[in-house]
């Protein structure tokens, strides 16, 4: 090819990847193979146009043509500039739904195109399981957390030593090409790890890998109203990266524990309480308690049922990240006394042989079993 990529497609080498597309399509059509029939010349230019928009509309192919130009990808099939060019060779150009393959097969391996030169490896994230109590998860706080992951080698400042070269194998690209039969997939190079280059005098404290393992405590800011299943992003507290890359993250799992006397459904509460036989005859007022340690008075009807509900607004759970409260839902449990002294049992005598004239829910119901064995 006596023209340059650009010539070809008739754009200059400042255009954007728009201008390239664009340019390419009009191009391609103007001498589409199936517009010009036994049209060696037209077939020619097609494969001209579709090898320069190959490379040009990779911004990785784009930079080593710039670089090196057409031998980029000539000297690319022995190796000699590092693999680049291989995808070139023996393809067919004029086939339909290259672009699709191609944009496959890189997007199946190591999630889509990279963009240009050598890629560092992040770090791993880390998880990290934090159990708080349900006073904490009402309150939120401020906990500390011990970790012992790698963090950056302060020593080489987490390049991993000193005289830093570039790897021979990639050629400082990070990458390298290998072709799978009819395909060429990108991978990460195996000697450097993606970074390009290659330490000659490696660190001692991290043997040059640029980070070292280390025991921290971190600070973890507990919002009011987190509860089991909500996880806290720590930014940049995972793992270090080899050699210089940017950190994981650090993600603090919640989960809040059981409590004895509260049940909790979202922000609402639930409490079970027990409400004397008497108070529930006679009626009164009982101290419920709550949440924020200052309890909730709530009058009780004469005739409580166990099972008997009432709602205390605000006085559930706080919601998360919100200036708002769930409920408390109360459920009465009416307490029969056991352990009854002598004078306690005659007075409850006396009370049954008082009421021997009134209808309650125990009479009724005798009523009615008494109905049905009389209609058997
Ligand atoms: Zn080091
Ligand atoms: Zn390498």
Redesign the pocket.
């Known amino acids: 090819m006596s023209q340059s990529y650009y010539e070809v497609l008739g754009v200059t080498q400042s255009a954007s990847f728009d201008d390239i597309k664009r340019a390419f399509r009009v191009k391609a059509k103007a001498c589409h193979p199936d517009y010009h029939p036994d049209d060696p010349e037209a077939e020619k230019k097609f494969k001209e146009i579709n090898e320069a928009y190959e490379v040009l509309k990779d911004e990785q192919k784009r930079a080593a043509y710039d670089r090196y130009g057409h031998d980029a990808f000539v000297n690319g099939m022995n190796g000699g500039n590092g693999g680049f060019g291989q995808g070139f060779g023996g393809f067919d150009f004029g086939g339909a739904g290259f672009e699709n393959i191609f944009d496959e097969v890189f997007s199946a391996f190591g999630g889509g195109r990279r963009r240009g030169g050598p890629q560092t490896t992040r770090g791993d994230d880390l998880r990290y399981n934090l159990e708080i109590d349900l006073a904490e998860a009402y309150t939120g706080l401020k906990k500390n957390i011990q970790v012992e992951n790698y963090v950056k080698?302060?020593?080489?400042?987490?390049?991993?030593?000193k005289n830093l070269t570039t790897c021979p194998t990639c050629n400082g690209r990070g990458h390298v090409q290998t072709r799978q039969g009819f395909f060429v997939m990108e991978t990460e190079c195996p000697v450097c790890h993606g970074r390009g280059k290659t330490v000659k005098d490696?660190?001692?404290?991290?043997?040059?890998?640029?980070?070292?393992r280390k025991k921290r405590t971190l600070e973890v800011n507990i919002p009011a109203g987190v509860d089991t299943g909500v996880r806290m992003r720590l930014s940049g507290e995972g793992d270090a990266a080899m050699n210089g890359g940017e950190a994981g993250d650090l993600y603090v799992f919640i989960s809040v524990k059981e409590h004895p006397i509260f049940k909790r459904d979202g922000a609402d509460l639930y409490c079970e309480v027990p409400v004397p036989m008497t108070t529930a005859a006679l009626g009164g007022e009982i101290l419920v308690p709550t949440m924020d340690g200052k309890g909730e008075k709530v009058k009780i009807k004469a005739g409580l049922q166990t099972g008997a509900q009432t709602k205390i607004k605000g006085k559930g759970m706080p919601v998360l990240r919100a200036n708002s409260f769930g409920d408390l839902y109360v459920i009465f449990q009416v307490e029969t006394p056991t352990n009854l002294n002598a004078r306690q049992k005659e007075l409850l005598q006396e009370f049954e042989q008082a009421g021997k004239n009134n209808q309650s829910a125990c009479d009724d119901f005798l009523t009615k079993i008494k109905k049905i064995w009389q209609g058997l």
């Open positions: 080698c302060e020593k080489c400042d987490g390049q991993g030593g490696p660190c001692p404290d991290c043997k040059g890998t640029g980070r070292i």
